[in-house]
């Protein structure tokens, strides 16, 4: 009997492709860039499982091109928001993320956006790379204090939830905001449930750890922005979309915000115009969960996730658990 054909629409690190190889045929995109719609259409068709990437919109019709006996697309991310739930559900196709894995990346990374922000880090190093730099001055590059500041949550998830802990080695009082209240968690770490009023209103530092939903579309616009502290700082490491980029940028040419650090962008790799002349801004190119670590043990959960399933058992972190109630 061949073995179950499985397709990889990116390279994923090696020693997961080779897990993937003991058991499948695998198929992995051999060129190192994105797919199009058209051929990831044309690169599903057969498969029995496909690992996708948070660049592959996985649509109904694709999952149609992939046809009946595809039973798994493993996300080789923690955010969803490229599948399209109700379609996979009615086509009975199991649907993976990687959670979990990659909190303490991710939280370690917003840290760094949001330390850099405080402190122009960017700004300062381009600064001295350019040679201006004429002597040590007092009022040179002047930053924010994050010690003991405010760090306002949105989104007490896995993510959000590490970022508080992080958050404690600077003494920060932190302030929350989710659909879900956890009184746990404000007893073991000090956080406060606030609404999302009161959560921008006295940040002084704003990180998004929303997943991606209608909902959280714009969940930061323009009337967000301007009830911000002029000292506060934005930092984004979820999804662009959750933050109105046109809006970002007049906030912060027009200085209603002290900053931004930005992780993520509405139509990324696309930036919104103006946003790259700005110094009061951070971009580096969605990059929080990248260490070597985490990037593996990510396709440690995919793996299992495929194994499981086409072994005929449910995975570990189904996205749409209806289909395994059938
Ligand atoms: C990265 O953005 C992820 O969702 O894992
Ligand atoms: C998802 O992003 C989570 O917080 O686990």
Redesign the pocket.
């Known amino acids: 009997m061949s073995k179950p054909s499985v397709y990889v629409t990116r390279l994923i690190p090696q020693e997961n492709i080779d897990a993937l190889r003991e058991r499948f045929d695998v198929e992995v995109n051999a060129e190192d860039r994105a797919l199009s719609p058209a051929e990831l259409i044309e690169k599903v068709r057969g498969r029995s499982a496909v690992v996708s990437l948070?660049t592959d919109n996985i649509t109904g019709e694709v999952l149609d091109a992939a046809g009946p006996q595809c039973r798994i697309f493993a996300?080789?991310?923690?955010?969803?928001n490229n599948f399209d739930l109700a379609a996979a559900t009615q086509r009975n196709v199991i649907l993976t993320?990687?959670p979990g894995v990659?909190d303490d990346a991710?939280a370690t990374h917003t840290f760094t956006l949001l330390l850099a922000v405080a402190r122009r880090i960017a700004e300062a190093d381009k600064f001295v790379r350019a040679g201006e730099w004429k002597g040590w001055a007092p009022m040179f590059f002047v930053g924010l204090d994050v010690d003991g500041r405010t760090l306002g949550i949105a989104g007490l998830g896995r993510i959000g939830k590490n970022v508080a802990r992080k958050a404690r080695g600077f003494n920060m009082r932190i302030i929350y905001n989710d659909a879900r209240r956890d009184t746990a968690f404000e007893a073991e770490s000090g956080a406060k449930f606030v609404d999302k009023e009161t959560l921008v209103r006295e940040a002084d530092f704003l990180t998004l750890h929303v997943p991606l939903t209608p909902e959280t579309r714009h969940y930061i616009g323009a009337t967000e922005l301007k009830n911000m502290k002029a000292t506060a700082v934005l930092i984004n490491?979820?999804?662009g979309p959750v933050v109105d980029e046109k809006a970002l940028v007049v906030a912060l040419r027009e200085k209603w915000i002290f900053g931004a650090g930005l992780?993520?962008f509405e139509n990324e790799p696309a930036l919104e115009p103006g946003l790259t002349e700005l110094d009061n801004v951070i971009v580096v190119p969605?990059v929080?969960?990248a260490t070597p670590a985490t990037r593996v043990e990510?396709g440690k959960i995919v793996v299992t996730n495929i194994n499981k399933v086409l072994s005929g058992l449910p995975p570990d972190t189904c996205v749409n658990p209806e289909v395994l109630r059938r």
């Open positions: 948070l996300n080789y991310a923690v955010g969803y993320n990687t990659l991710t490491a979820s999804r992780d993520v969605h929080a969960s990510m």
